[in-house]
T-cell receptor
Framework: DSGVTQTPKHLITATGQRVTLRCSPR?????VYWYQQSLDQGLQFLIQ???????AKGNILERFSAQQFPDLHSELNLSSLELGDSALYFCASSASSGSHEQYFGPGTRLTVT | AQSVAQPEDQVNVAEGNPLTVKCTYSVSGNPYLFWYVQYPNRGLQFLLK??????LVKGSYGFEAEFNKSQTSFHLKKPSALVSDSALYFCAVRPLTDSWGKLQFGAGTQVVVTP
């Protein structure tokens, strides 16, 4: 168990809908990362927050947004969902932005029908 | 731009035999290098990392990896594979110049260890 929790574990929704994925980092970790894992794109970095502030952006669509709250948990919002958004979404955390290894949560499997 | 290549989609090995999973990278400057393992329906688990120093890095579950700067490689090895090592393995890189720590992952290599 990495200490990173993600909810929900599974999510099934229809095209055009909006969903929110939640992540709680390991105790004391300030940095949160979101990744998307799909069969065709592999593991892609989406966005990083450090102590409440956005620090890095990767291949994140404009329909997607995220935030990190004062208690350090993070939410990834996905809107106007398309079939191609079906994927595993992982959250990872690390102690600081300069820390090396990231610890991953179990993921949220999103299925868009 | 940085990139990571895992040239083998799948590696098959008999239990008890040595296991090698290959990784090469391309990054400006010196890299931080990582190996992660993913079991079915699970998140990624950190195995080991190379930051600096000794080129041979030892990690969890008996795995080790060798950093080779001239060949820009960071191959993962285990002297004697177990059936329980069957999983998806990812190599990842982060340039030293990237202070915010996002990782670039390879496509993954499926390891199948047969009894």
């Amino acid at each position: 168990d990495s200490g990173v929790t993600q909810t929900p574990k599974h999510l099934i929704t229809a095209t055009g809908q909006r969903v929110t994925l939640r992540c709680s980092p390991r105790s004391g970790d300030l940095s949160v990362y979101w990744y998307q894992q799909s069969l065709d794109q592999g593991l892609q970095f989406l966005i990083q927050y450090y102590n409440g502030e956005e620090r890095a952006k990767g291949n994140i669509l404009e329909r997607f947004s995220a935030q990190q709250f004062p208690d350090l948990h993070s939410e990834l919002n996905l809107s106007s969902l398309e079939l191609g958004d079906s994927a595993l979404y992982f959250c990872a955390s690390s102690a600081s932005s300069g820390s090396h290894e990231q610890y991953f949560g179990p993921g949220t499997r999103l299925t868009v029908t | 731009a940085q990139s990571v290549a895992q040239p083998e989609d799948q590696v098959n090995v008999a239990e008890g035999n040595p296991l090698t999973v290959k990784c090469t990278y391309s990054v400006s400057g010196n890299p931080y290098l990582f190996w992660y393992v993913q079991y079915p329906n699970r998140g990624l688990q950190f195995l080991l990392k190379y930051i600096t120093g000794d080129n041979l890095v030892k990690g969890s579950y008996g795995f080790e990896a060798e950093f080779n700067k001239s060949q820009t490689s960071f191959h993962l090895k285990k002297p004697s594979a177990l059936v329980s090592d069957s999983a998806l393995y990812f190599c990842a890189v982060r340039p030293l110049t990237d202070s915010w720590g996002k990782l670039q992952f390879g496509a993954g290599t499926q390891v199948v260890v047969t009894p």
